[in-house]
Every structure is written in C-alpha cells, then in structure tokens.
C-alpha cells in the first residue's frame, strides 16, 4: 500500500516530525513515572498489593495469586518502594519494545519499538504505580502476543501457512516471550492465562511452520510457573482460591462472569454503545462501501465521548471509559483502512480484543477496566497509521497515537487515582509502610498517617470503613482471613466473623463509621450492641476514592494501645 512506504527505518529518512514526537512523548511518560516512582502511597488498592506481595500465604482465604509472582521481584528490590515501581516500569517497556517491534507490519522495527515501549507505560494509568495482578497482566499478554506474532512473522502479503520459518535462536526468543507472558498471566489473571495457553494452542495447530516456537512457549511457560510454585503448591492454591471464590461469592465462574460483562456494559454511555455497534458493522462488512462511512461514524462517536469528558478531567475526575472510547475509536479506525495484509489486519484485530481479556475477573465494571489497557489500542492506533494511504489522514491518527499516552499520563500525574493529591504535591517524607526506606506523601496523608501509628499495634483490626487496607497498616495491626473488607462485598464481613473465635472478636479494635453496605453485617450488629465498652480515637480527615472520610477507632477501653514513636 502506498501508505507502507512512507514510513522508513530510524536514521534512514523517517519523518523528522514523528521521531521528535516519539520522543517527546516517551520523554513525558517515563519522565512522569521516574519523578513519581518515590512519591505518593495509596491506602486502597497499592495497600493491598504490597500486602499480598509481602505475604502471598498470609491470609486464610486468597482468590489472588499474584503476590507468589511479585514476591521475589519486591525482594530483588530490597523491599524498597521506590526500586520496586521502577523495576515494573522496565518490564513495561521492555515488553512493550518487544510487541512492537514484533507487530507484522512490514514497517521499521526500531521505530515501532520505541513506540511500544511508550504506549505500555499507560498500563499504569490512572497512577496504579505500585506492580500489581493488573501491571503482570497487561505485562503478560504484551509479551504473549509479542512471542506469537515473531514465531508467525511473515512477509506482506503472504498467507498464515505460508509463513516464514525462523531460525532456532528466533524460535528460541520467541518461546522465551510466550513462556514469561503466560506465567505472569498464571499469576496476575488466571482468565486471561486459560485464555493466551488455550489461543497459542490454537494458532499452533493452525500455523505448522510457527508451531516449535510455539508449542516451546507453552512447554517453557508450564516451567517457569512451576519455577514460581512448586506443582504440589499450585494444586493446593488452586483449591484454596476455588473455595475461596465460593465462599465469597466472587462473580468469576462461567455463568457469573458473561452475565457480569453484559450487565457492565448497561453503565457505557450511549455514544460508546453507538460507537461499538458501528465499528462492529464496518469491520463485518469491510469489503462494502458502508465500512468506511461505519467507520467513521465510530472514529466520530468515540471522539464525542472523549470531548464530553474533557470538562471532568479538567475538574480532576478520571473518565469511566476512556480505554474503551480508544479501543473503539482505532476499531472505527481499522474499518476506514483496511490493512489488507492478512498479518496486519490480524494483528490488529488481536490488539483490539485483548484489553477484553485483560480485564476479565474484576471487580470494577469490566469496560472500565479497559482504562489499564490502553496500551493496545494506542499500538492498534499507530500500526493502522502507517498504513493509512491519505497523508492528513495517516499526520492526524499518528499525532493522536503521539500525544495520547503523554496526555494521559499528565492527566492521571495531576489527579492520581486513590491519591489525596497531584503527584507534585507529594513532599512530605514518611516511613514506607510495608516496605523499606522513605516515601514523599502529600501533608493530608502525611498527617492521617501520624494519628494512626500505633493504635492498635498487634492487634486484630476489623475495618467497617469500606476504605481500605492500608488504615490497618497504619495503626500497627492486622485484618483478619482478608486483608481487605471492600466496599463492594457487602458479605464478606460475615464471612471473616464467622472464621473468629470469640475471643478474638472481643479483643479486636473496630474502625467506623460504618460503610453503609456493611450496616446490616454480623460485626456491625455486634458491635452496636458492645459500642460501651470500647473508648474512640478520632483521625484526621483522609481522601478515599475522592471522598474525605473522618475515620474513628474503637479499641478495648480495658486495653488501651499506646502510639509509638514513629
């Protein structure tokens, strides 16, 4: 196509304009996360990682392997917070450099794997920076499809088994990918592994001339997770997590999980919905004339939504579906183009669907998890780019793949989600809590953190807050079966009252007030009923979720905990 020869290799006449943005972009996100990596500790969703991480065996019930995978990776870096974001940073980008570079687009190698590495650092929008099952997930499918798609790597134009044998240290590099991919998939979602092993599996049987390199990724991958977890522990942790799921009434079992999807998408707002149906029609129907008219209508559609979000950045609100507004919008996008290379296209069409697969088994709404997946859609974005024939066309779509991920990563830097305060606001240095070394928070977290040490210093913490595990954390104690009552479980603090004796039920401290959805739980009603005999602490204001909450802790009056000295 006429649009494949206008990009040229790095350092071989390539547009001055779009190297310079390249790295202006990539300047701007990797700039961001290198001045935030030691700034900023988020008491919700961070706090639980680092739990987990710290002890992947700690807690009764687990429905989440991750922590076996990112803890020797947090002891590499010597427990220290900062080493330990910055080592996920470089994985990113690695695997991102990777993916590109490995996309089936006849295009410069170099040139897409500098631009791969830019767009997998939005894996940590909106400022989820702290390695988590989300950053091993997107991390894993990145390096899957990067494995794959070098074993298949073929030239234009050619058909699937018409494809190119790779020599053995090729074949080698790419069963290493698929295997690393997989095993952190094992650990960071298991939907999205069962998903990878069962495609690879298939795309083997269909491709006999990638078929070492592959079936070696899976062989490879099969290791690597029993080098993470002995198989004897792995069966145990699958039947832990099993029981777990179930008695905590997890929407994670096939029937649960497709009826979860479609009731999500009840909460997309109608553009998207317009936006989704039309590129569906242009890329079914991409051999007619209505594709392209049904493309742009998507391209139009997912951009309105994008400018009726504006205004709520601006005020400092994350949008809902901003992933989902780009994996539409490059949907529409591929329907106008029509790379017609099968590897392109297919290419393509496997980037759009994996934010998808990435966002199985969650707990947010399932379309609006695809805002830590925007990496695909960006790359799904650049590859059509280049093989866009109308120059002003191919100019606008690569300027938007440019300054996409720089302008999200400012956005999520200014208004961080979980944090009190923008990322340059974090000044004041405090302990790390579960980790080594200091972190620079902002002064209202600062200060909650002082009111907090020691309250309840060894002790059993049941948190009625609905806030999140790091409150615990702070005063020194220890939620017990879970190391997080979330707000959207209402009965999961039956479930851990019912695991404690009562002993433990009395000695425990409380923290109130009440989330409204645990109002009508066992430890509630409880200690309703026992309120006089604890006395109350009252901390300082502290934002959850971009509500200042006034937390108070209720302990034994009989045995008050003294605060230490921090």
Same mark, same amino acid.
Not at 512 to 526: E, K, M, Y
């Given at each position: ?88 940073? %470089?994985?990113? +980008?690695?695997? =991102? #450099?990777? $993916?590109? !570079?490995? @996309? /089936? *687009?006849?295009? &410069? ?41 070098? %074993?298949?790597? +073929?030239?234009? =134009? #050619?058909? $699937?088994? !018409?494809? @190119? /044998? *790779?020599?053995? &240290? ?52 099969? !290791? ?5 977890? &002995? ?52 890329? !079914? ?282």
């Amino acid at each position: 196509m006429k649009g494949a020869r206008d990009i040229r290799p790095v350092g071989d006449g390539a547009q001055p304009w779009l190297i310079a943005g390249l790295f202006a972009s990539l300047l701007v996100c990797g700039g961001l996360l290198v001045y935030g990596s030691g700034r900023g500790f988020d008491l919700t969703d961070e706090a639980f990682y680092l739990i987990r991480t710290r002890e992947p065996d700690g807690y009764a019930l687990s429905y989440q392997p991750f922590g076996y995978l990112l803890h020797p990776l947090f002891s590499l870096a010597a427990e220290n917070l900062q080493s330990f974001r910055a080592l996920g940073f %470089a994985i990113a +980008a690695c695997a =991102g #450099a990777l $993916l590109g !570079a490995a @996309l /089936p *687009s006849g295009r &410069p190698r170099r040139l897409f794997g500098l631009y791969g590495a830019l767009a997998s650092l939005t894996i940590f929008f909106p400022w989820i920076v702290t390695p988590s099952y989300n950053s091993a997930a997107n991390i894993g499918a990145l390096l899957v499809l990067a494995g794959v798609f070098s %074993a298949l790597r +073929a030239s234009p =134009g #050619a058909p $699937l088994a !018409a494809a @190119l /044998p *790779s020599s053995l &240290p090729s074949a080698l590099s790419s069963s290493l990918q698929i295997a690393a991919g997989l095993c952190l998939a094992a650990f960071g979602k298991p939907p999205l592994f069962a998903i990878a092993a069962l495609a690879v599996a298939l795309v083997a049987l269909a491709a006999p001339r990638g078929r070492t390199a592959l079936v070696g990724g899976l062989v490879i991958g099969a !290791a690597l997770i029993c080098l993470v977890l &002995p198989p004897g522990q792995i069966a145990v942790l699958v039947a832990r997590m099993s029981l777990s799921q179930h008695v905590l009434g997890m929407p994670n079992t096939p029937l649960a999980l497709p009826a979860k999807i479609v009731r999500d998408w009840l909460a997309v707002p109608p553009l998207l919905t317009a936006a989704a149906l039309a590129a569906a029609f242009g890329l !079914a129907f991409r051999r007619h004339r209505p594709a392209t008219w049904l493309g742009a209508a998507a391209v139009t559609f997912s951009l309105a939504y994008v400018a009726t979000i504006v205004p709520d950045a601006i005020d400092g609100e994350i949008p809902d579906f901003l992933g989902l507004a780009l994996v539409l919008l490059a949907a529409g996008y591929a329907a106008i183009v029509r790379p017609r290379p099968w590897p392109s296209r297919l290419a393509v069409l496997v980037l759009l669907a994996t934010p998808a697969a990435v966002a199985l088994g969650t707990f947010n709404n399932q379309w609006f998890q695809l805002n830590f997946s925007m990496a695909f859609g960006f790359l799904a974005l650049f590859a059509l780019a280049a093989a866009d024939a109308l120059p002003w066309r191919r100019a606008a779509a690569q300027a938007l793949a440019l300054a996409g991920p720089a302008a999200a990563m400012l956005l999520a830097a200014c208004h961080p989600y979980s944090l009190p305060a923008s990322i340059f606001d974090q000044q004041v240095p405090i302990t790390t809590p579960l980790a080594r070394g200091p972190v620079l928070v902002d002064p209202q977290t600062a200060a909650f953190a002082r009111a907090a040490d020691g309250l309840a210093s060894g002790r059993l913490v049941i948190d009625l807050s609905g806030t999140g595990p790091g409150v615990a954390v702070l005063m020194g104690g220890r939620a017990p079966v879970l190391p997080w009552l979330n707000p959207a479980t209402p009965t999961w603090p039956d479930v851990v009252w019912s695991r404690l004796t009562p002993q433990a039920r009395e000695a425990a401290v409380f923290v109130g007030p009440v989330w409204p959805a645990f109002a009508a739980s066992q430890p509630a009603r409880w200690f309703e009923a026992h309120r006089a005999a604890y006395c109350r602490a009252l901390l300082p204001p502290m934002t959850f979720w971009g509500e200042a909450r006034s937390l108070e802790v209720w302990r034994p009056c009989a045995q008050p905990a003294q605060p230490s000295a921090r």
